[in-house]
């Protein structure tokens, strides 16, 4: 998988997606890219207690702008509804900030 790839992930466990997660966290740290994670709300808290356990510093990397977390339908309906030229456009000025602001790229989850 090189940069400006896209690829769909499918899990047989939680802990297989932990253990994803884990790396692709660690991944984009070490490309110094802006992270962002988005779950359904209810997903939100566990992952993000399992990413601590792994021993990443979650509120670290928030406080700095490294990585941003939020709910999936918001992040990714319009209008209530997938388009996927808003989205594109949207991904497109997140990464332009995210270079900006000095980061090698966006990695988004």
């Known amino acids: 998988m090189g940069r400006s790839s896209h690829v769909c992930w499918s899990y047989r466990s939680d802990a297989e ?12 740290l070490a490309a110094n890219e802006r992270l962002m994670y988005f779950a359904p709300p209810d997903q939100l808290e566990s992952t993000l207690s399992e990413l601590v356990g792994a021993g990443i510093d979650v509120s670290a ?3 700095r702008g490294a990585l941003s977390i939020g709910d999936v339908d918001g992040a990714y309906l319009f209008e209530g509804a997938l388009q996927p030229d808003v989205r594109l456009a949207g991904h497109a000025l997140l990464v332009g900030q995210a270079l900006r602001d000095g980061f090698a790229g966006l990695r988004v989850c």
């Not at 997606?17 to 984009?28: I, K, M, P, T, Y």
């Open 61 to 63: 990397l928030t406080e």
């Open 17 to 28: 997606h932990r253990d994803f997660l884990v790396e692709f966290v660690n991944a984009g």
